[in-house]
């Protein structure tokens, strides 16, 4: 199986802030990575797929990098609507996902 | 607009099983894949298995294989997925989600998610 670990569990930012996620796998998974928001009690919302592009209806402040083992989701202006738990998943086989980075309010 | 609507909350005995639907609308189901996510309490999202009505066949995480059994019927655009066996670490949410026409795929639509409580 293909483990995802990202990095930090927690993280602790204000509103403004440019903010990083970071997720690695535990073997190459080229390009194939996508990152999810996920609010308390709700299902999550894919943000981005195929490691960098955004998806439709997504504000252009998340962006996706990376490739192979390493991935970044950055988030540049943090906004009060962005405070949520983030995923990462790796579909180059099947499906796995990170444990989870909740971004909380500093 | 896109829609999967899912069954309502079941309280389970340890031991039985569950079957939970997930009913799609403003989509050709034929086009897609349906993908079964699971999140116990607290705790992260994990891959169950998946289906693509298309094919026919459905495939599923090793940790749930011969427990799990995805199906769907295109008369009624539904998806269902049957866990069997059930014990008290099974209680979660259960969300079905939409993929492409593939198997490793991302999820573009959600249901609003099922919880499924096993309890004696």
């Known amino acids: 199986d293909i483990q995802m670990t990202q990095s930090p569990s927690t993280l602790s930012a204000s509103v403004g802030d440019r903010v990083t996620i970071t997720c690695r796998a535990s073997?190459?998974?080229?390009?194939?990575l996508a990152w999810y928001q996920q609010k308390p009690g709700k299902a999550p919302n894919l943000l981005i797929y195929?490691?960098?592009i955004l998806q439709s209806g997504v504000p252009s402040r998340f962006s996706g990098s990376g490739s192979g083992t390493e991935f970044t989701l950055t988030i540049s202006g943090l906004q009060p609507d962005d405070f949520a738990t983030y995923y990462c998943?790796?579909?180059?086989?099947?499906?796995?996902f990170g444990q989870g980075t909740r971004v909380e309010i500093k | 607009q896109v829609q999967l609507v899912q069954s309502g909350a079941e309280v389970k005995k340890p031991g039985s099983s569950v079957k939970v639907s997930c009913k799609a609308s403003?989509?050709?189901?034929?086009?897609?894949?349906f993908n079964w996510v699971r999140q116990a309490p607290g705790q992260g999202l994990e891959w169950m298995g998946a289906?693509?009505?298309?094919?026919?066949?459905?495939n599923y995480a090793q940790k749930f294989q011969g427990r799990v059994t995805i199906t769907a019927d295109g008369s009624t655009n539904t998806a269902h997925m049957e866990l069997s066996s059930l014990r008290a670490e099974d209680t979660a949410v259960y969300f079905c989600?939409?993929?492409?026409?593939?198997?490793?795929?991302?999820?573009?639509?959600w249901g609003q998610g099922t919880l499924v409580t096993v309890s004696s």
């Open positions: 998943q790796q579909y180059n086989f099947y499906s796995t």
């Open positions: 073997q190459n998974i080229n390009k194939w």
């Open positions: 289906i693509i009505p298309v094919f026919g066949t459905a």
């Open positions: 989600a939409r993929g492409n026409i593939v198997y490793n795929t991302y999820f573009d639509h």
């Open positions: 195929e490691a960098s």
């Open positions: 403003g989509i050709t189901f034929s086009n897609y894949g």
